[in-house]
């Protein structure tokens, strides 16, 4: 059994921060890729962000060009976690965040369908 826990939404004023934590439970090993993907309602869920390790200790980035140069996605293979760091938020980041990772090599790592486990989500809210 794997389970992702996502942590760390809130409620910001546009052009606050935020820090989203994912922890991944349970047997793990080797995660190829995870990534962060937004819903917001009434909308299809979408890539946030990317970070391919192919079981590593170093991976590469992919960011959806929305949030490039704001977003940052980092992962500590120690603490089995992946982060989101947001900056300059803005109304329409607004969504529910969720964590996913693959055991599997993916074609497309900013891909929906690449992803076989998902956590439960944790709510973003951006005012103006």
């Known amino acids: 059994q794997v389970h992702l826990v996502e942590s760390g939404g809130g409620s910001v004023q546009a052009g606050g921060s935020l820090r989203l934590s994912c922890v991944v439970f349970?047997?793990?090993?080797?995660?190829?890729?995870m990534a962060w993907f937004r819903q917001a309602p009434g909308a299809q869920r979408e890539a946030v962000a990317s970070?391919?390790?192919?079981?590593?200790?170093?991976?590469?980035?992919s960011y959806v060009d929305s949030v490039k140069g704001r977003f940052t996605i980092s992962q500590d293979n120690a603490k089995n976690a992946l982060y989101l760091q947001m900056n300059s938020l803005k109304p329409e980041d607004t969504a529910m965040y969720y964590c996913a990772a693959t055991f599997r090599r993916p074609r497309s790592p900013l891909g929906v369908a690449e992803y076989n486990y998902w956590g439960r989500g944790t709510q973003v809210t951006v005012s103006s």
């Open positions: 349970g047997d793990i090993y080797p995660v190829y890729s």
């Open positions: 970070f391919y390790s192919g079981g590593g200790n170093s991976g590469v980035a």
